[in-house]
């Protein structure tokens, strides 16, 4: 499984900043890729909280079904896909001295092996890096905006 590490600092409080995060309508606003990410649950937040979601890179759309495995409120949130492509990502949120909040992040995901693994990998692995980048710093103006 293939990770990538990312960190963040936004003008936010805790609070807002996780209170955003953990609404799955915000998650097309700042998630780079994803076009629909819809919960399929009857909790719509929080541990057990299970989500439809698609990402459009490039021509190809990549479905999973993601569940939220790990909650803690203002501080830790994990989805791991149950099905579909791969991946996990772990958010955790910490303050800054300046009152701000600093955003870690682990992203985990491995790719099908055979001809079919190295075909997506030629599509997913140019992009996933700059997804990354991406991803951080619309989360950040996001969060600096609606705060």
């Known amino acids: 499984m293939r990770e990538i590490n990312r960190s963040a600092v936004a003008s936010t409080s805790r609070d807002a900043a996780f209170a955003y995060m953990d609404d799955f309508r915000n998650v097309p606003q700042w998630m780079f890729g994803i ?3 819809e919960p399929t649950s009857d909790i719509l937040s929080g541990l057990g909280a299970t989500y439809d979601a698609t990402m459009q890179i490039g021509p190809k759309a ?3 079904v993601v569940h939220v495995t790990e909650w803690v409120h203002n501080e830790r ?3 791991e896909s149950v099905e579909g492509l791969s991946n996990s990502s772990t958010w ?3 303050d800054t001295a300046d009152g701000g909040t600093r ?9 099908p092996g055979g001809i079919a693994g190295k075909v997506l990998g ?17 989360l950040r103006a ?3 905006a609606t705060d």
């Open 103 to 111: 955003l870690d992040v682990v992203f985990r995901y491995s790719l």
């Open 122 to 138: 030629a599509v997913v692995e140019p992009v996933v890096g700059q997804a990354i980048k991406h991803t951080e710093s619309t």
């Open 77 to 79: 949130l994990t989805l």
């Open 62 to 64: 990549l479905t999973s």
């Open 92 to 94: 955790s949120f910490s």
């Open 142 to 144: 996001r969060l600096e």
């Open 35 to 37: 076009s629909r990410f």
